[in-house]
């Protein structure tokens, strides 16, 4: 399968503990994107990379979070002190960066924050 | 944050019946996608439209990119039970972010 693929696909956390999402875009894709996506809402726009440099953040991304792409193939997702506020869906997508630029997205890790 | 305006919310629909959804922006889109989620999986793409008043199908979907770039629908023909799912429409503009509306949930009745 050459899609994106994350890890993991869940994860269920404490509040104030931190927890980590890995990413892997297709293959060649310089590309890569984070969402977060609530229930019954679509993906909002978190952050994205090109090759590894950070080019874009939200307003959403709080000081809690941290996105890396040390070599510009896979990316890391970090949380820190958790909320419950955070328990959302995790999006990850890549894309060749074309001018047509076609985002294609992985499955997801769901987190729930208790 | 910002969000496209999706309707209808929710359709319910014999098999075999056709299905339209849409989507309207106030602000202008240069890329249009649409993509397709089911529960606990990512969206996956179905369509994109990369020009004002274009027209793409794939198999039984077709979808327009409005001629004034803030709106776009997307048809079903002939839905089959597996159609079932959630759509979401999506815009691009000059920024490489994507903008989201609120999904339609499809829900099919053989």
């Known amino acids: 399968d050459t899609g994106v693929s994350q890890d993991p696909r869940h994860k269920i956390t404490k509040r104030g503990q931190n927890v980590t999402f890995r990413c892997d875009p297709i293959s060649e894709h310089n590309r890569l994107y984070w969402y977060r996506q609530t229930l019954g809402q679509g993906p909002e726009f978190l952050t994205y990379f090109q090759n590894e440099a950070q080019l874009e953040k939200s307003r959403l991304l709080s000081d809690r979070f941290s996105a890396e792409r040390p070599k510009g193939s896979f990316s890391t997702l970090e949380i820190q002190r958790t909320e419950q506020g955070d328990s959302a869906m995790y999006l990850c997508?890549?894309?060749?960066?074309?001018?047509?630029?076609?985002?294609?997205f992985g499955p997801g890790t769901r987190l729930t924050v208790l | 944050g910002q969000q496209l305006n999706q309707s209808p919310q929710s359709m319910f629909i014999q098999e075999g019946e056709d299905v339209s959804m849409n989507c309207t922006s106030s602000s202008i889109f240069n890329t249009w996608l649409w993509y397709k989620q089911e529960p606990g999986e990512g969206p996956v793409l179905l369509i994109a439209?990369?020009?004002?008043?274009e027209l793409t199908s794939n198999g039984r979907l077709t979808a327009q990119f409005g001629i004034t770039r803030k709106d776009s629908f997307l048809n079903i023909s002939a839905s089959i039970p597996s159609d079932v799912g959630i759509y979401f429409c999506a815009g691009r503009n000059a920024g490489n972010m994507l903008t989201f509306g609120g999904g339609t949930r499809l829900m099919v009745k053989p």
């Open positions: 997508a890549s894309s060749w960066g074309l001018a047509s630029d076609t985002q294609y």
């Open positions: 439209l990369y020009k004002a008043g």
